[in-house]
Every structure is written in C-alpha cells, then in structure tokens.
C-alpha cells in the first residue's frame, strides 16, 4: 500500500473515532439521570474490556518490562484523564473543561518533543494551535456561557489535558512495539479497570449519594436503572465503541499517522457535540457556535500544513 493512501486511511480512522468521541458527551448526559460519574466510568470500560475480548479473542504475549508502559497507559489515558476531567466538571462550568481540554494536542507536542525528541513545536503549529483554541472557546459557549476562573475545577481540566499527553506519549512507545492494536487497547483497559476498583470502593464506603463518586449496591435501584433500554444502550455505545473500537482505532490511526499529527483532530470533538446535540437533544447552534466551528477547522488545516511541510 503507499504511504500516501495508508496516511488517508489514517485520517479516516481518526475521523470517524474523533465523531464518536463528539457524541459520548450527549450519552453521557443521559445516563447521568441514573447513574454517578465514577459507575459511568467504571461500566464504560468494563464493558469495553470485555467487549474486545468477544470480537479479538487472542492473546497477546508481551514482555515484562513492557506491561509497566500498558499500565502507565490505562492510568494516564483512562483512569486519570477521564476521572479528572469528570471531576473538573462539578467545580467549574462545562465550557472551561472543554476549553481547557482541548489544549491536549499541545500537551502531546510538548511531551513528544521533550521525552522521543521529535520537532513539533514551531510557528505553524502554534499558529494553528491558538486559532482552533479560539474557535474551540466560541463553540463551547455557544452564546449561553460566560469564561469564570474556578481554580480547583479549571486546575483539574489542565491536569487531565497533560495526561491525556502523556497517554500519547505512551501509545507512541506501545506503537514502536509492533503489538496488535486491539490486543494492546484490552491491556490497557484490563490496567484502567484495575486502577478503577479502588475508587469504585471508596466511593461505595465514603461518598455521599448525588455526588459523582458515589456507587451503590442496592439490589432495587440497580434493578430500576439497569432496566431501562436507554441506559444500556449508552452504556454498550460507551463501552464498545467509543472505548473499546474507538480507542483501538485511535492507537491504530497514532501509529500510522502520527501522535502529534492525530491529536490535532480532538479540537473537533467539540463542534461534533453540538451538531449532535443539536439533532438529538434539540439544542441551539448560535452564530458563535457556526463561527467557531468554522475558526476550529480552520485552525486545524493550519497546524496540518506546518507539519507536512516537515
């Protein structure tokens, strides 16, 4: 296959997780009706563990010295990024998170550069950069929101941006490997879910119900909840594909793409969400919310022009 045709399926790859990724915020939303941020979380990539063990049962062996890179992964990229983002959120405003989350691309760059020594940060970049930045903040507040600093909240947001950085960092070293992709993303869950059952119990002893780290065992709520159709359906969409095939996928676009390269495309999540929400939960698309879109894409093409002139 030539390299050209095999870096186009590689952004095709990443377009199409990077579409799913957009919608997880609406499931999520849902289920939030019934469920705790930190049961969201823990389901979600249960289900996705299990869910790549039924559609690749193959075992991968991997050397010793290796599983500490899958387990910094899991940590990193699912444990901390998701659960701190989800935690940034009941302390600060929606738009902060999604604004300050968006900064992983140059979170990714800075670490690439720093740790594997590859040259990603010059002017195009961050031309592009505080372009899709700027666009990224107009969609987010949509005409309905205003900027207010909430230290702890927006802390939170920066420190799941940096660890979504170094979760890429950790899925360059993995890619090196030549590991399959879809046994390496099941590791890395298997790691994140383990990660996960202290939380999980701590939350269940200590935390108060209505808070996002409250988990309940009552066999009568759960019974409630878990009948619901639409409660399992998000929760299988959230599993399966946005993390279990969406993750696989994303490893995958990484290694032939590029880390830093694919990363620039998760400034598009946001304007994913609120055309989504637009048709599934009847949300408004303001001016702003067009205008930043556009200001993202643009931004976008920018930071991809720097790096093919590389």
Not at 234 to 240: H, I, K, M, Q, S
Not at 252 to 263: D, H, N, P, R
């Amino acid at each position: 296959m030539k390299v050209e045709t095999r870096k186009v399926i590689g952004y095709l790859i990443a377009a199409v997780t990077i579409f799913f990724w957009g919608i997880t915020f609406v499931c999520t939303k849902a289920l939030l009706n019934d469920f705790s941020s930190l049961e969201i979380l823990f389901f979600r990539f249960l289900a996705a563990y299990i869910g790549l063990w039924i559609i690749h049962p193959k075992i991968q062996k991997t050397e010793c010295r290796d599983n500490i890179i899958f387990s910094l992964a899991g940590l990193s990229g699912v444990v901390l990024y998701q659960f701190s983002e989800n935690m940034a959120i009941n302390f600060t405003n929606a738009s902060n998170v999604s604004v300050i989350v968006s900064i992983c691309p140059l979170f990714t760059a800075m670490i690439a550069q720093y740790f594997l020594k590859e040259n990603h940060l010059n002017l195009w970049f961050l031309l592009g950069f505080i372009i899709s930045i700027l666009g990224v903040a107009l969609v987010c507040f949509n005409g309905k929101a205003s900027l207010e600093l909430n230290p702890k909240g927006d802390l939170l947001a920066l420190f799941s941006a940096i660890c979504w950085g170094f979760y890429s960092l950790f899925v360059s070293i993995i890619n090196k490997k030549k590991y399959d992709p879809i046994c390496s993303t099941r590791k890395i869950f298997f790691f994140a879910v383990l990660f996960m059952i202290p939380l999980v119990l701590a939350g269940w002893r200590f935390a108060e119900p209505g808070t996002s780290m409250y988990v309940t065992f009552d066999k009568a709520l759960n019974a409630d909840r878990f009948s619901k159709a639409i409660n399992w359906f998000n929760l299988l969409f959230l599993g399966l594909i946005a993390s279990g095939l969406c993750f696989s996928a994303w490893n995958k676009a990484c290694e032939i793409v590029g880390t830093v390269k694919v990363s620039c495309g998760l400034y598009l999540i946001p304007v994913v969400t609120i055309v989504f929400a637009f048709f599934t939960l009847h949300e408004k698309i303001t001016w702003l919310g067009l205008t930043g879109s556009v200001i993202t894409i643009i931004g976008l093409f920018i930071s991809e022009k720097e790096q093919k002139q590389q």
